[in-house]
T-cell receptor
Framework: GAVVSQHPSWVICKSGTSVKIECRSLDFQATTMFWYRQFPKQSLMLMATSNEGSKATYEQGVEKDKFLINHASLTLSTLTVTSAHPEDSSFYIC????????????FGPGTRLTVL | DAKTTQPTSMDCAEGRAANLPCNHSTISGNEYVYWYRQIHSQGPQYIIHGLKNNETNEMASLIITEDRKSSTLILPHATLRDTAVYYCIVRKDAGGTSYGKLTFGQGTILTVHP
């Protein structure tokens, strides 16, 4: 159990365009979902936390108008990178938690974004 | 959340036990120790977690010292597929602004050799 999927697994886009990444919890309802970013040879950095039906909470330094997060249902969260630029090229990973903060987080396989 | 310290890298022979240490000397009473691993270009995989008792599951064992200032993840019979970056994370499960968040450090690169 506890499977999280992401779509697409990779995407290439032109500078200035917007890209949407989906994160789904396949076999459980996720009250909370998290979005991380990972640059090459670096660790995961938390970008934002989203609770179903509420606005996302962004970490310091993450532009909320650039990285739009929607958590409209208990099984789906989306991250939209608006007006993407080459520096936004990265590995984006979501994770989902079933309910309480004490529950385990399960991660998706990640989405590789390349902005040309 | 308490900071963790892990060796940068470790090697292990296939079939032998891999023992990955983690120091978390500033851990608080309500903080759990979590272990995840990340195989290249994949999302992290949950391995195990514990508070103060030793834990075992189908993947690994977690040994936490009595003072909770350090822990060891044990992969009993390492295989080549266990080659990954292993992250030891201390997480608050109640209270505070970092409630439930996972903060990743640099982890330990475990390489399992044939």
């Amino acid at each position: 159990g506890a499977v999280v999927s992401q779509h697409p697994s990779w995407v290439i886009c032109k500078s200035g365009t917007s890209v949407k990444i989906e994160c789904r919890s396949l076999d459980f309802q996720a009250t909370t979902m998290f979005w991380y970013r990972q640059f090459p040879k670096q660790s995961l950095m938390l970008m934002a936390t989203s609770n179903e039906g509420s606005k996302a909470t962004y970490e310091q330094g993450v532009e909320k108008d650039k990285f739009l997060i929607n958590h409209a249902s208990l099984t789906l969260s989306t991250l939209t990178v608006t007006s993407a630029h080459p520096e936004d090229s990265s590995f984006y990973i979501c994770s989902a938690r079933k309910g309480l903060a004490g529950d385990t987080q399960y991660f998706g396989p990640g989405t590789r974004l390349t902005v040309l | 959340d308490a900071k963790t310290t892990q060796p940068t890298s470790m090697d292990c022979a296939e079939g032998r036990a891999a023992n990955l240490p983690c120091n978390h000397s500033t851990i608080s009473g309500n903080e759990y120790v979590y272990w995840y691993r990340q195989i290249h270009s994949q999302g992290p995989q949950y391995i195990i977690h514990g508070l103060k008792n030793n834990e075992t599951n189908e993947m690994a064992s977690l040994i936490i010292t009595e003072d909770r200032k350090s822990s060891t993840l044990i992969l009993p019979h390492a295989t080549l597929r266990d080659t990954a970056v292993y992250y030891c994370i201390v997480r608050k499960d109640a209270g505070g602004t970092s409630y439930g968040k996972l903060t990743f450090g640099q982890g330990t690169i475990l390489t399992v050799h044939p």
